[in-house]
């Protein structure tokens, strides 16, 4: 992979490796775009298994931040972290507060979150370091129970686009991942009264804990989970799973959940999307409530204009649907659309987020 030929392409402004001999830390920081603001996105802890695999992973998830946040109507740009290892060997408050001493060194430029494998006790650890850090507790805390709400009102959005109504308890539903968000959002989809829920998970810790509380819900292996017979697929795993080999066995006539990147091919597997007749709520738009939660921390947090601001991705997924329809686009191109004409009017004001003085 040439970096500087793929920086180029995609518009980057930066991207940083962190070591720290002492504690193993190994991070990779990328910020995107700052037209809008500093570039905000969690760190993910992941056992990757080349350095170019996480390399591409703090890219891609990189630039899904900024059109989330720009899609979000937040004055943020995009940013995220990956750190590679498995997170339950590496963790450590030193290993923490060495991240944040890095956080730090780019001087506001980048926030850093919550993402897959950090929690909020590990923020504390960062902040302890920096101020560029948000999810901490007793502020607006875990992200994952808004971005799961967020997705919630997604599903609505999206059942209501295609069927019609937006009751969800008319409808099947299968659940890929019921880890901190997709837990949440079976919980969600629970208290609505869903007709049926399936899902599946790698970690029998998360299958366990599910199984202990909703006897209903039905567990089902992880390859099985595309071709179940459902109304809406809701992926809350990992990214690139819509891709070549899954999408001609869903049946789901509606795709919505909280994970990034969903799409392996962004064009070609939208496309593919289209042309089966699903709807699908972009990953960026859908699961913003996270970010939507976090970025009023920065400002003064207010649960209850949280809550209003988490319901406008209802509002907003309708909007893209109906441009994607008039334009005869995939939702993901609507989105994006969506997303560069905000980012292109501030242009004209700023170019780059700088830091306060
Ligand atoms: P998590 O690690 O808590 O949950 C992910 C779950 O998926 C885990 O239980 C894991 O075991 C499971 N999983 C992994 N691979 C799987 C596979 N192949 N098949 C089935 N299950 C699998 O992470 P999370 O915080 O819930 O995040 C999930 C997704 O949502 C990620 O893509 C993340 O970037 C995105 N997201 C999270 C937030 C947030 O607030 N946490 C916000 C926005 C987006």
Known sequence: MNKFEYLEKYGYEELVYFYD?????KAITCIHDTTLGPALGGTRIWNYSSEEEAVLDALRLARGMTYKNSAAGLNLGGGKTVIIGDADKIKS????????????????????????NTTTKDMEYINMETNHVVGLAGKSGNPSPITALGAFHGIRAGIKYKFGTDDISKFTYAIQGVG???????????EAKAKKIYY????????????????????????????LDVDVFVPCALGAILNDETIPTIKAKVIAG?????????????????????????DFVVNAGGVINVYHEIH???KEIVMKDVEKIYDRLLDIFEIATEHNVPTQQAAKLFAEQRIEKIHNVHRNYLGKK
């Not at 837990?183 to 969600?188: F, K, N, V």
């Open 180 to 190: 901190q968000t997709g837990g949440y959002l079976l919980d969600y989809l629970m």
């Open 93 to 116: 408050e030193a290993f923490f507060r060495s991240f944040g001493r890095y956080v730090e060194s780019l001087n506001g430029r980048y926030i850093t979150a919550e993402d897959v």
């Open 300 to 302: 003064g947090y207010n």
């Open 200 to 227: 599946t998970d790698i970690n029998p810790k998360n299958i366990n804990k599910i199984k202990a509380v909703y006897k209903d819900a039905i567990f089902v292996k992880p390859e099985e989970i595309y071709s």
């Open 258 to 282: 909280t994970s990034n990147n969903v799409l392996k091919d962004e064009d070609k597997h939208g496309k593919m999307i289209m042309d089966k007749g699903i709807l699908y709520a972009p």
């Open 21 to 25: 001999k002492e504690t193993g830390l």
